[in-house]
């Protein structure tokens, strides 16, 4: 492949910048069609209950078109486990329930005939502890929960080990055992939830304007809940504010809303409120992880031995997945000789939990990188050093079977420990205390095998004018992939970038692509764009050595020409595409590639290389600590990422930038709080998510390991950047005040509390074991 | 959320509209920034509400200094504290929790009245002003009234205020004659750096003498009461004291005597607990940080 590049690795401005800040950008929110009707859901009062229902005053209210039940719909149950129906009957088990629908003329008169549902409910105590769940007197939560498991609680189930734990546990110098607590933490996305269907009854067929993160999975899935035809079902992705793997599942609102649409013959739109977003959209899993992990006399790591437990909630999204990821950083993040891992997802009457930005990442990390720490203050040994000695390398295959081709993890502990080296932990008995604290993380790279075919399809077309357009199956979530896309297109077939279109949102058009997540979309598609332009390229040459009378030439495509390897001469792409277009044997300028990543499927023991590719990055992050208040403000944030190629520094580092703070809100303030299946704060007052002015200097340092598999050599960058970092900030915390904290948000309330001694809410009997060796 | 809208031109406009409602269900509404939100979650049957930003009164809506004192109208807004410069001179308090104030969009459109009459235990510009020991000029149709900001409130959203009347201006003493220096602050402590309400505040204005002796002191507690208080036994232990003479043991006791003013309640932004610890450790550190300016002068 060609390394000099022109147009990769420059600063090109995301493609949709201008209409998205002059507010052209068209979102969900903007869609009106004719006729349009407006929907409301009607969501329980209770986290458990049983229910009756009375629509019939809602019904006769003017301009209201559809009320539904349960009783009204014939559809299947959705989610990833099949264990959710899209409207309740007769029971309800969490505070997000649906259990009515309206479609109105107007959205204040949908709102008004929701109020005049009468509901009749008798609450049930519930359960709202995954530990309680699992005790045999807890009452099954889920009817519909299907698998084999030893309690009637239990949503699902991971087990995962490598190498001897008991030669490990013997020859270590110090075990520590340590219980972590994780908090509900919610996506905040930009643009509240929202779904436009528009279903035709004279043929059958229905079209989503959808802000989905996977359109192909989901039209899958919205067929199965409405037992329809996937390929009568069309999905058009409108400009989507925010993702992060919010949209990963399909939710009940979306068939709800196409339900609508079906029965009334017309337009429906439902819109969340920003209340409503809070309350009935996904969020990250809370969990708790017991971690014993011990050390050898020479700062060796020997074993993690790990038992997690997540809070499902009422149902099993593709959240409950979270441990195929959560293994993957127990079992191969530094060199691990020995790992036990068991994973157990709890039905609870909470909201459920699903996928988002890291995908159990930034949990594990947090554990284990706390962990980590506290060997080291166990052992002697300095924090930087303690990581450095287990590193990982490169060539390493994991116990998981991980095969690290690259590996930047020594490189981006070096890189972060050099750039924070000056300004260690003060020891004075001041009022303000600073601290440095490192974590790192290994995240996917290059896609994940977790779906049938992990594959990205890709039409790539030169019209006549020497205009490109790539139409793709990747998906635009705002990360930036269009224009990454473009950039591929112009580098390697000479054509300006304001030639190049890129058509990537409507599943009539475009090939098949798995979805945008487990940062995979530039390595995935890029790939797959290459091999679209490499077969394009193939007929465009076989034409320009016909018309140019050099048979055995190749070309160097630039400027929008096609110049001869051997005689310098030129042709411009548009008259070789008119020429092959226009005269005999006719033929289009455009050429399909599938591209399948090269990894593999794990076997049943969770062992395999799942990933094309894998991302490593490390966090040193300065924090200055208040004795007074507990509040924590974050000085500086530095960033070493083996992101393998920077295909374009702007984006790179905005993904950093978005990530560092995501974790910043992880690690510091953001949790939804909830009571006995009640959430407290369904709005940006009270959920607190950092603002500008809490924002630390980030500075980032790309490390480039050239990973032969990636596009250019790039790997994924999207959801690294956000791992490390609350792992990073409440070691920095620990270290500039001498304590332990074991649970996040690391809220100033919990720091002072650590601070005068006061022991956290959930954390249980710590243990510190030494051998005497 | 509905309700009917009136919007009085001048204050004589809004008697006559407050005598045709003497038998409604009225409120005022200026910026706009608690109501709204307010009416969304518990909306009000018939409900009006009188707008008072499009009064046409500079004494209500501007700020005007007298030998004796500053007055600002109620309808002053956030930002127009945030650029007064003499304000900023004269009293850092006020300007510093206005400054601090939610968001550059709130602080456009919030005024000194609306965080004044809503009461909140919580209220930042309203804890600066009770620490200045202020008076809120009160109008109404049966005349006008004065009365110490410190007794306007009842209650959390409770006030002296009577159906008919409404906050007209608010007038901040002077700084004496004397006064050659001010330590006057505003500490607010939430989660985050902006767009917060306090969990615990402290206002504070002490003015000090060419002699380093302590001629007056303001202290004011926020959203650790029902009501923001004028910590007067706090302010008497340092008065006439000379800042030299402090000692980290007179932090200690300064401190107990304004913890005796707090009764904090526990709620999802923070336990009773920890606003008792912070409130005693933030006004230890104000008497710590003027020992700090001791020490720096000797």
Same mark, same amino acid.
């Given at each position: 492949?060609?390394?000099?590049?022109?147009?990769?690795?420059?600063?090109?401005?995301?493609?949709? !910048?201008?209409?998205?800040?002059?507010?052209? !950008?068209?979102?969900?929110?903007? =869609?009106?069609?004719?006729?349009?009707?407006?929907?409301?859901?009607?969501?329980?009062?209770?986290?458990?209950?049983?229910?009756?229902?009375?629509?019939?005053? @809602?019904?006769?209210?003017?301009?209201?078109?559809?009320?539904?039940? @349960?009783?009204?719909?014939?559809?299947?149950?959705?989610?990833?486990?099949?264990?959710?129906?899209?409207?309740?009957?007769?029971?309800?088990?969490?505070?997000?329930?649906?259990?009515?629908?309206?479609?109105?003329?107007?959205?204040?008169?949908?709102?008004?005939?929701?109020?005049?549902?009468?509901?009749?409910?008798?609450?049930?105590?519930?359960?709202?502890?995954?530990?309680? /769940?699992?005790?045999?007197? @807890?009452?099954?939560?889920?009817?519909?929960? =299907?698998?084999?498991?030893?309690?009637?609680?239990?949503?699902?189930?991971?087990?995962?080990?490598?190498?001897?734990?008991?030669?490990?546990?013997?020859?270590?110098?110090?075990?520590?055992?340590?219980?972590?607590?994780?908090?509900?933490?919610?996506?905040?996305?930009?643009?509240?939830?929202?779904?436009?269907?528009?279903?035709?009854?004279?043929?059958?067929?229905?079209?989503?304007?959808?802000?989905?993160?996977?359109?192909?999975?989901?039209?899958?899935?919205?067929?199965?809940?409405?037992?329809?035809?996937?390929?009568?079902?069309?999905?058009?992705?409108?400009?989507?504010?925010?993702?992060?793997?919010?949209?990963?599942?399909?939710?009940?609102?979306?068939?709800?809303?196409?339900?609508?649409?079906?029965?009334?013959?017309?337009?429906?739109?439902?819109?969340?409120?920003?209340?409503?977003?809070?309350?009935?959209?996904?969020?990250?899993?809370?969990?708790?992880?017991?971690?014993?992990?011990?050390?050898?006399?020479?700062?060796?790591?020997?074993?993690?031995?790990?038992?997690?437990?997540?809070?499902?909630?009422?149902?099993?999204?593709? $959240? /409950?997945?979270?441990?195929?990821?959560?293994?993957?950083?127990?079992?191969?993040?530094?060199?691990?000789?020995?790992?036990?891992?068991?994973?157990? /997802?709890?039905?609870?009457?909470?909201?459920?939990?699903?996928?988002?930005?890291?995908?159990?990442?930034?949990?594990?990390?947090?554990?284990?990188?706390?962990?980590?720490?506290?060997?080291?203050?166990?052992?002697?040994?300095?924090?930087?050093?303690?990581?450095?000695?287990?590193?990982?390398?490169?060539?390493?295959?994991?116990?998981?079977?991980?095969?690290?081709?690259?590996?930047?993890?020594?490189?981006?502990?070096?890189?972060?420990?050099?750039?924070?080296?000056?300004?260690?932990?003060?020891?004075?008995?001041?009022?303000?205390?600073?601290?440095?604290?490192?974590?790192?993380?290994?995240?996917?790279?290059?896609?994940?095998?977790?779906?049938?075919?992990?594959?990205?399809?890709?039409?790539?077309?030169?019209?006549?004018?020497?205009?490109?357009?790539?139409?793709?199956?990747?998906?635009?979530?705002?990360?930036?992939?269009?224009?990454?896309?473009?950039?591929?297109?112009?580098?390697?077939?000479?054509?300006?970038?304001?030639?190049?279109?890129?058509?990537?949102?409507?599943?009539?058009?475009?090939?098949?692509?798995?979805?945008?997540?487990?940062?995979?979309?530039?390595?995935? !598609?890029?790939?797959?764009?290459?091999?679209?332009?490499?077969? %394009?390229?193939?007929?465009?040459?076989?034409?320009?050595?016909?018309?140019?009378?050099?048979?055995? @030439?190749?070309?160097?495509?630039?400027?929008?020409?096609?110049?001869?390897?051997?005689?310098?001469?030129?042709?411009?792409?548009?008259?070789?595409?008119?020429?092959?277009?226009?005269?005999?044997?006719?033929?289009?300028?455009?050429?399909?590639?599938?591209?399948?990543?090269?990894?593999?499927?794990?076997?049943?023991?969770?062992?395999?290389?799942?990933?094309?590719?894998?991302?490593?990055?490390?966090?040193?992050?300065?924090?200055?600590?208040?004795?007074?208040?507990?509040?924590?403000?974050? %000085?500086?944030?530095?960033?070493?990422?083996?992101?393998?190629?920077?295909?374009?520094?702007?984006?790179?580092?905005?993904?950093?930038? $978005?990530?560092?703070?995501?974790?910043?809100?992880?690690?510091?303030?953001?949790?939804?709080?909830?009571?006995?299946?009640?959430?407290?704060?369904?709005?940006?007052?009270?959920?607190?998510?950092?603002?500008?002015?809490?924002?630390?200097?980030?500075?980032?340092?790309?490390?480039?390991?050239?990973?032969?598999?990636?596009?250019?050599?790039?790997?994924?960058? $999207?959801?690294?950047?956000?791992?490390?970092?609350?792992?990073?900030?409440?070691?920095?915390?620990?270290? /500039?005040?001498?304590?332990?904290?074991?649970?996040?948000?690391?809220?100033?309330?919990?720091?002072?509390?650590?601070?005068?001694?006061?022991?956290?809410?959930?954390?249980?009997?710590?243990?510190?074991?030494?051998?005497?060796? | 959320?509905?309700?009917?809208?009136?919007?009085?031109?001048?204050?004589?406009?809004?008697?006559?509209?407050?005598?045709?409602?003497? +038998?409604?269900?009225?409120?005022?509404?200026?910026?706009?920034?608690?109501?709204?939100?307010?009416?969304?979650?518990?909306?009000?049957?018939?409900?009006?509400?009188?707008?008072?930003?499009?009064?046409?009164?500079?004494?209500?809506?501007?700020?005007?200094?007298?030998?004796?004192?500053?007055?600002?109208?109620?309808?002053?807004?956030?930002?127009?504290?945030?650029?007064?410069?003499?304000?900023?001179?004269?009293?850092?308090?006020? &300007?510093?929790?206005?400054?601090?104030?939610?968001?550059?969009?709130?602080?456009?459109?919030?005024?000194?009245?609306?965080?004044?009459?809503?009461? *909140?235990?919580?209220?930042?510009?309203?804890?600066?002003?009770?620490?200045?020991?202020?008076?809120?000029?009160?109008?109404?149709? +049966?005349?006008?009234?004065?009365?110490?900001?410190?007794? #306007? #409130?009842?209650?959390?959203?409770?006030?002296?205020?009577?159906?008919?009347?409404?906050?007209?201006?608010?007038?901040?003493?002077?700084?004496?004659?004397?006064?050659?220096?001010?330590?006057?602050?505003?500490?607010?402590?939430?989660?985050?750096?902006?767009?917060?309400?306090?969990?615990? *505040?402290?206002?504070? +204005?002490?003015?000090?003498?060419?002699?380093?002796?302590?001629?007056?002191?303001?202290?004011?507690?926020?959203?650790?009461?029902?009501?923001?208080?004028?910590?007067?036994?706090?302010?008497?232990?340092?008065?006439?004291?000379?800042?030299?003479?402090?000692?980290?043991?007179?932090?200690? *006791? #300064?401190?107990?005597?304004?913890?005796?003013?707090?009764?904090?309640?526990?709620?999802?932004?923070?336990?009773? &607990?920890?606003?008792?610890?912070?409130? #005693?450790?933030?006004?230890?550190?104000?008497?710590?940080?003027?020992?700090?300016?001791?020490?720096?002068?000797?």
């Amino acid at each position: 492949m060609n390394t000099d590049t022109k147009i990769i690795g420059t600063p090109v401005p995301k493609h949709d !910048a201008g209409i998205r800040v002059t507010g052209k !950008a068209v979102y969900g929110h903007d =869609i009106v069609l004719p006729g349009m009707l407006h929907g409301a859901i009607l969501r329980t009062k209770y986290p458990s209950a049983t229910f009756t229902i009375d629509v019939s005053e @809602a019904k006769k209210l003017p301009g209201v078109a559809c009320v539904i039940t @349960a009783d009204d719909i014939d559809t299947n149950n959705i989610s990833f486990k099949r264990d959710h129906p899209v409207i309740k009957a007769g029971e309800v088990n969490c505070i997000r329930d649906e259990i009515a629908a309206v479609a109105a003329e107007t959205k204040e008169i949908a709102l008004t005939a929701l109020s005049l549902i009468k509901v009749k409910y008798k609450k049930r105590k519930g359960v709202f502890d995954p530990f309680e /769940a699992l005790k045999p007197s @807890a009452p099954k939560i889920n009817k519909f929960s =299907i698998g084999n498991f030893k309690n009637k609680n239990i949503a699902g189930e991971f087990h995962y080990e490598h190498g001897n734990l008991e030669k490990q546990k013997k020859r270590s110098k110090i075990i520590l055992t340590r219980r972590f607590s994780l908090p509900r933490m919610t996506h905040a996305c930009m643009a509240t939830s929202n779904i436009t269907a528009a279903y035709s009854q004279s043929d059958g067929k229905l079209l989503l304007y959808s802000s989905t993160q996977v359109p192909f999975l989901y039209q899958r899935d919205m067929a199965h809940a409405l037992k329809m035809n996937p390929s009568d079902i069309r999905i058009i992705q409108p400009v989507i504010g925010g993702g992060f793997g919010s949209k990963l599942d399909m939710y009940p609102f979306e068939p709800i809303c196409a339900l609508l649409s079906i029965k009334t013959g017309k337009p429906v739109q439902i819109l969340y409120s920003r209340e409503e977003e809070f309350i009935a959209s996904p969020t990250r899993q809370p969990m708790i992880i017991d971690l014993t992990a011990g050390i050898d006399s020479k700062g060796n790591f020997t074993f993690r031995e790990v038992n997690v437990i997540k809070d499902n909630g009422a149902y099993t999204s593709w $959240g /409950a997945t979270t441990p195929f990821v959560i293994m993957q950083a127990f079992s191969s993040l530094y060199k691990i000789p020995a790992c036990y891992f068991h994973a157990t /997802a709890v039905y609870t009457n909470n909201v459920f939990a699903g996928s988002f930005r890291g995908y159990g990442n930034p949990q594990a990390t947090f554990a284990l990188e706390r962990m980590i720490d506290m060997l080291a203050d166990e052992i002697g040994m300095g924090k930087d050093e303690i990581r450095l000695i287990n590193a990982n390398e490169q060539g390493e295959i994991t116990g998981q079977g991980l095969h690290y081709q690259t590996c930047g993890h020594r490189q981006c502990l070096e890189s972060v420990i050099k750039s924070s080296k000056t300004k260690i932990r003060t020891t004075s008995n001041e009022r303000y205390k600073k601290g440095i604290g490192f974590a790192s993380m290994l995240h996917v790279g290059g896609g994940a095998k977790i779906y049938r075919s992990d594959g990205c399809g890709s039409i790539v077309k030169i019209d006549p004018y020497g205009f490109c357009t790539i139409i793709t199956g990747a998906n635009e979530i705002g990360q930036g992939s269009e224009t990454v896309l473009a950039m591929i297109a112009a580098e390697e077939l000479g054509i300006a970038l304001n030639k190049i279109k890129v058509i990537n949102s409507d599943t009539d058009i475009k090939p098949w692509d798995v979805g945008v997540h487990a940062s995979r979309t530039s390595f995935v !598609a890029g790939n797959s764009l290459l091999g679209a332009i490499k077969k %394009l390229k193939n007929k465009l040459n076989a034409k320009a050595r016909q018309l140019m009378n050099e048979p055995s @030439a190749d070309f160097i495509y630039e400027s929008g020409y096609l110049f001869s390897n051997q005689t310098r001469s030129k042709i411009a792409i548009d008259k070789v595409v008119r020429e092959m277009q226009f005269t005999e044997p006719n033929e289009l300028a455009i050429a399909f590639y599938f591209y399948e990543p090269l990894s593999e499927f794990q076997d049943k023991e969770f062992k395999g290389n799942v990933s094309g590719t894998y991302a490593f990055a490390s966090q040193s992050i300065e924090v200055e600590v208040d004795t007074y208040t507990g509040n924590v403000r974050v %000085l500086n944030v530095h960033v070493a990422q083996d992101v393998g190629k920077v295909l374009n520094p702007l984006l790179l580092e905005g993904q950093i930038h $978005g990530g560092v703070l995501q974790g910043l809100g992880y690690a510091i303030c953001e949790e939804l709080l909830m009571n006995s299946g009640m959430i407290l704060n369904s709005n940006f007052h009270n959920y607190k998510i950092p603002t500008a002015s809490d924002i630390p200097e980030i500075h980032f340092t790309p490390i480039e390991t050239n990973d032969r598999h990636g596009p250019y050599g790039a790997k994924g960058v $999207g959801e690294a950047p956000l791992i490390p970092t609350a792992a990073a900030i409440t070691n920095a915390v620990c270290n /500039a005040l001498g304590i332990e904290l074991l649970e996040l948000p690391i809220t100033p309330e919990r720091v002072l509390r650590a601070i005068n001694g006061k022991q956290t809410s959930r954390t249980k009997k710590n243990l510190t074991v030494r051998n005497g060796k | 959320m509905n309700f009917e809208l009136i919007n009085p031109q001048s204050f004589k406009e809004l008697f006559l509209v407050l005598k045709k409602l003497k +038998h409604r269900k009225y409120r005022y509404a200026a910026g706009c920034t608690d109501i709204l939100i307010e009416l969304k979650r518990n909306p009000e049957d018939d409900l009006t509400l009188v707008n008072l930003s499009q009064i046409n009164d500079f004494k209500f809506r501007g700020i005007s200094q007298t030998k004796n004192s500053v007055r600002l109208g109620a309808g002053v807004t956030a930002n127009d504290i945030v650029r007064n410069l003499n304000i900023k001179l004269l009293y850092p308090v006020l &300007w510093e929790a206005a400054y601090n104030l939610a968001s550059t969009q709130i602080r456009q459109v919030a005024t000194i009245g609306g965080n004044i009459c809503t009461a *909140s235990p919580s209220g930042d510009i309203t804890c600066a002003l009770v620490s200045l020991d202020a008076t809120c000029v009160i109008i109404g149709v +049966h005349g006008k009234r004065e009365i110490r900001i410190r007794d #306007f #409130f009842e209650g959390p959203r409770q006030t002296a205020l009577k159906k008919g009347e409404l906050l007209y201006e608010i007038i901040i003493p002077g700084n004496k004659k004397n006064t050659v220096k001010l330590f006057s602050s505003f500490i607010k402590i939430g989660t985050r750096r902006s767009m917060e309400c306090s969990v615990v *505040s402290i206002a504070y +204005h002490i003015q000090i003498d060419g002699f380093n002796k302590i001629l007056t002191s303001g202290f004011a507690i926020g959203a650790v009461a029902p009501t923001i208080r004028f910590t007067a036994k706090a302010c008497d232990f340092i008065n006439r004291k000379n800042i030299n003479a402090l000692t980290e043991r007179d932090a200690e *006791s #300064f401190a107990l005597k304004v913890s005796e003013y707090s009764d904090p309640i526990s709620d999802i932004r923070a336990t009773r &607990w920890y606003r008792e610890k912070v409130l #005693f450790n933030l006004s230890k550190s104000i008497i710590e940080d003027i020992i700090k300016c001791q020490i720096e002068v000797k």
